[in-house]
């Protein structure tokens, strides 16, 4: 079983920066796969990023795609989330999670439902 904190999170400016974390501890990380997703208020929960840590694989929302990075830190057993250019509608908690399964494609690496383990989110609010 693996357990995951998120960190990071706060209140930034428009067009400002962020680097979110995502510790685990109970097992490394180089056995699954990580997801990054968000939640607005009202909004659904939506998949922005992932990685396997077997092979380096990522996707990127459309939404965030050229603006967000996600790597990982094997030896910290820590993933990241360098997040560039916010927007207000960025605004939202993000969750990381995991699963030991290599998703095939976008749609299941978005997909809540693929993943085992969450952390409990960071609050990001971006504000003027």
């Known amino acids: 079983q693996v357990q995951l904190v998120e960190s990071g999170g706060g209140l930034v400016q428009p067009g400002g920066s962020l680097r979110l974390s995502c510790a685990a501890s109970?097992?490394?990380?180089?056995?699954?796969?990580i997801g990054w997703f968000r939640q607005a208020p009202g909004k659904k929960r939506e998949g922005v990023s992932y990685?396997?840590?077997?092979?380096?694989?990522?996707y990127y929302g459309d939404s965030v795609k050229g603006r967000f990075m996600i790597s990982i830190d094997i030896a910290k057993n820590t993933v990241y989330r360098e997040m560039n250019s916010l927007k207000p509608e960025d605004t939202a908690v993000y969750y990381c999670?995991?699963?030991?399964?290599?998703?095939?494609?976008?749609?299941?690496?978005?997909?809540?439902?693929?993943?085992?383990?969450w952390g409990r989110g960071t609050q990001v609010t971006v504000s003027s």
């Open positions: 999670a995991t699963s030991d399964e290599e998703a095939e494609d976008e749609e299941l690496a978005f997909s809540s439902l693929w993943y085992d383990y």
């Open positions: 990685i396997c840590s077997r092979d380096s694989t990522t």
């Open positions: 109970g097992s490394s990380l180089d056995k699954y796969v």
